[in-house]
């Protein structure tokens, strides 16, 4: 068999899949890493989120407690939180992205 023939293709292929594990592994520890913000209602409610998915805090604007409106302090939070989780996923997405990319899938 030729120089570089099947069995050097697969040695390649090999290593590229050990690089792209370990960038994998990079990533997944700067996102782990991070932390993501969310707001609403002009920024009367912040919630913090980790890169592991938890939760770090929730911040409320003591002017945003309304006790005759519950229900609008309580939207402002969910509204919160699932920015947090969007700009998570957004990071995520990108960064996977950009893996995808350096590895030409």
Known sequence: MAKGGFGGNQGNMMKRAQKMQQEFMKLQQELEAAKYE????????????????????????PEAVDPDDIEMLQDMIVAA??????????????SMGKLQAGFNF
């Open 38 to 61: 969310g707001t609403a209602g002009g920024g009367a409610v912040k919630a913090v989120l980790m890169g592991t998915r938890e939760f770090e805090s929730v911040t409320i604007d």
């Open 81 to 94: 939180v699932n920015a947090a989780l969007k700009a998570s996923d957004d990071a995520t997405s990108a």
